[in-house]
């Protein structure tokens, strides 16, 4: 069995978690591209979104995680029962969760699904790698929102899909790996070949926000459609 050493060290994050909705029992943010999660094993990696969070609701606890790369819409709960009951939520795929992105390359259809299943391989950390025999069941689905070509500061024109990413699973970086499958990855993704065409080298960020989270509240049981535009 490999042992997966994990070498990542996080640059600091500036930017502010901006707090969106909050009551008695959750919290909803909008996360900053560039910062972690939750604090790594690592010292140096301690500073996250509940790092951070902790200190003004203590006892607050993540009920789903977004990529390092990843801005956006994150539901936090600020205590265990309340945590319990959003992650049987998210459990039972009840949960909505709609991304946006800028891929590189043109779609050629504007829509389709994607349904590959993913594994984890100690040997590629920390890569996943689609795998049929291995992997788990993962289905994303996307829609094409537009097509356009963007000049770099190099002078080199970049052909971009703007998409809209619908993942049915929750899978370790379902939707990075799933873009990649499709041929077209999503730009500024150091992973999955989104820094590899001219030109994206020099993208600032991973092109992939949370823009969308439906989920029913645990307390007074209505619908929460939660939304928060692209920055990019």
């Known amino acids: 069995m490999s042992t997966i050493i994990d070498t990542f060290i996080a640059p600091p994050c500036h930017s502010?978690?901006?707090?969106?909705?909050?009551?008695?029992?959750?919290?909803?943010?909008?996360?900053?591209a560039g910062l972690l999660s939750l604090s790594g094993k690592n010292p140096q990696n301690l500073d996250s979104v509940h790092h951070r969070l902790v200190k003004t609701f203590p006892g607050c606890t993540l009920v789903h995680r977004l990529d390092f790369g990843t801005s956006g819409l994150m539901v936090v709960a600020l205590n265990k029962a309340i945590n319990a009951a959003l992650c049987q939520q998210f459990s039972q795929r009840t949960v909505t969760k709609v991304y946006s992105?800028?891929?590189?390359?043109?779609?050629?259809d504007d829509e389709g699904v994607i349904d590959a299943a993913i594994a984890k391989d100690p040997a590629l950390f920390p890569l996943m790698s689609i795998c049929a025999i291995t992997g788990k069941p993962a289905r994303s689905h996307y829609q094409v929102v537009e097509r356009f070509y963007r000049e770099q500061d190099d002078g080199t024109v970049l052909p971009l899909t703007r998409v809209?990413?619908?993942?049915?699973?929750?899978?370790?970086?379902?939707l990075r790996i799933h873009c990649q499958q499709l041929g077209h990855p999503i730009l500024g993704c150091d992973l999955y070949g989104g820094r590899l065409l001219p030109g994206t080298e020099q993208t600032p960020r991973l092109m992939l926000h949370a823009s969308e989270l439906h989920f029913v509240h645990p307390i007074s049981e209505k619908l929460i459609t939660a939304r928060n535009a692209s920055p990019f």
């Open 164 to 174: 809209q990413l619908t993942p049915e699973t929750g899978r370790t970086h379902q």
């Open 101 to 108: 992105a800028l891929l590189c390359g043109h779609l050629s």
């Open 16 to 32: 502010e978690i901006e707090t969106l909705y909050q009551d008695d029992h959750l919290v909803l943010i909008n996360k900053p």
